[in-house]
Structure formats: C-alpha cells, structure tokens
C-alpha cells in the first residue's frame, strides 16, 4: 500500500504550505549529510499512529522530529511525548511550533537537544513506545542503541528507507537477511508494517520508505551469554557471509576446530552459514564458546 499527498492539513497538524514557511521563517534546508526529508502529508502521520497503535497512556519518544509533523499527530495521541532532535535550528524552534498549533498539550512535550547515538536518559516517565521517521544513514543503529538504552520501550514503529525496512524483518534465510535482522530479532517480534510513497516527503527522496514494527519480546531471550557475546557471533558469521560458520567464526573462537566445537556442542552444523540461523542458535553458539 502506498501514500499519495493529501491536502487534508486540517486542525493542529501540519500540512506541505506550513511546512515550507516554516521552513523558510527558520532558512532551514533539508541536508543529505542529516538525511532530512521532511513528512508534509498530515494523513500519512495520521497512519503512522494509528499503526504504531499509540495509546493514550503511553509515553512515546521520537528520534528526528523535524519540523514537528509526527511530533504533533503523537502529541495529539500519547500522554507525552519526548523529541530527540541533533539539529540545532530545528530544536530550538520546535517548541515554539507546538505550543503555537496544540497549546492544550505543550506541557506534555519535552525536547532533548542530542544525537540520539549519545542519549543515555530521557525526561520525565520512562517511554513505553519509540516512534520516528529515523534519517536512513543512521536509522539501523538510532534504532538498535534505543532498544538497548531503554528496555521499557515495548512498542516501537519506525519509518526507513524500504530496503533498511526489509533488511531489518527479514527471516532466517533470506537474501537480505543479516545483522541488523539478527540483532533487531534480539530485542522484538519484528514484521514490515507498510509502505510509504515517494511524494508525502519534502523534498522527495529518490527511494521509496517502509514502516517497520517491533514489539519487544516479553522476557529477554534466556542464555548464560551476554548481549555482547551474542552480537559478537553474529558480526564474525555475516563478516564473511559466502563462508561456512567453521570458517567464519575461527577468528572468533580463536581457530578453527575451536569455532566447530562451539558449533557441534550447539547443535549446528559447522558447514551452515550465517544467514540461516535463527537469533537463538547464535545465543546457542555464543554459550557453548570455550
């Protein structure tokens, strides 16, 4: 399913004629280097809600809010909403924005003025949902540090390039399947959530985009491993994809008889590969390191 641009800019949200002038008003223009491609269709982040399932108790964050667009539809939504924005013209002007188009809800707002790859602690009430249109050079690790940095996050909906999309809901044997699946798998029951067309952005981006849900697995998965020691095996065995997981892993296990005995004890055959393991044979591979 595809968006095409409405001309619903009704009520708080914002629409492509608010947009540019608000843009223009702050001499903002959207940099590749940020991966800033703006959301001007207020129907599209109006599905972006209803898909992230965002309830009226829930604490929502958001990485890369912008110039507001999604930031409003969750305000108008969530409990509160906490914004992560690296941009310095962008965050000290979002405030601004929303107490000017929701001032019923301004106080349910916080913005944090970081990288999101530095955030450590959020303000106010833990966040139970993560819901952003994350920047495509950065959204796979964006993503996977949140989920790691906030484990009361249950609920997460992400809007990414539809190749990062795929990449990140692929299965065991997939073609795309790879590290991000694994390690995203780690944390959530991942599944595509939709797709999201070409034209609802300012500017354009020469990509199509797709929505991706995670919601995070009710208990953590249960090894003597460490997360590191998890993501160690899954780095090492998609390092070299085209080789056996004898061969992948010797590095890792030091050679490799050591890395076929770490895989026979697991139950694995020392000839598979990487790409056809499930997140808990990695867990299992990683525990049975000598």
Do not use: C
Request: no cysteine; hydrophobic share 50%.
């Amino acid at each position: 399913m595809s968006s095409s641009p409405s001309t619903d800019d009704s009520g708080a949200l914002l629409g492509p004629a608010d947009i540019r002038e608000l843009a223009a008003a702050l001499g903002v223009r959207p940099t590749k280097q940020r991966g800033q491609n703006f959301v001007i269709d207020a129907n599209t982040v109006r599905r972006i809600v209803r898909t992230a399932e965002v309830r009226p108790d829930d604490v929502v964050v958001e990485v890369g809010p912008g110039l507001g667009s999604l930031t409003l539809a969750l305000l108008e939504a969530a409990d509160r909403v906490t914004a992560v924005e690296i941009d310095d013209v962008l965050a000290a002007a979002l405030p601004a924005t929303i107490a000017a188009r929701l001032p019923a809800r301004a106080d349910r707002f916080a913005l944090v003025h970081s990288d999101a790859m530095q955030v450590t602690e959020l303000p106010g009430p833990a966040p139970t949902a993560l819901v952003a249109n994350l920047p495509y050079n950065v959204a796979v690790p964006v993503l996977l540090h949140m989920l790691a940095r906030f484990p009361s996050i249950e609920r997460t909906l992400v809007m990414v390039q539809a190749e990062v999309a795929d990449r990140l809901a692929a299965a065991p044997g997939s073609k795309v399947y790879g590290v991000p699946s694994v390690k995203a798998a780690w944390y959530a029951h991942v599944k595509r959530a939709g797709s999201i067309g070409r034209n609802v952005f300012w500017p354009a981006p020469n990509v199509d985009s797709g929505l991706v849900s995670l919601v995070r697995r009710a208990s953590p998965i249960e090894t003597t491993a460490t997360r590191e020691e998890v993501f160690a095996v899954v780095d090492a065995a998609f390092a070299q994809r085209r080789k056996t997981l004898r061969a992948a892993l010797s590095g890792w296990a030091g050679s490799a008889a050591a890395a076929e005995a770490a895989l026979v004890a697991a139950g694995i055959s020392p000839q598979a590969r990487g790409e056809a393991l499930t997140v808990d044979e990695f867990v299992a591979i990683a525990e049975h390191k000598q």
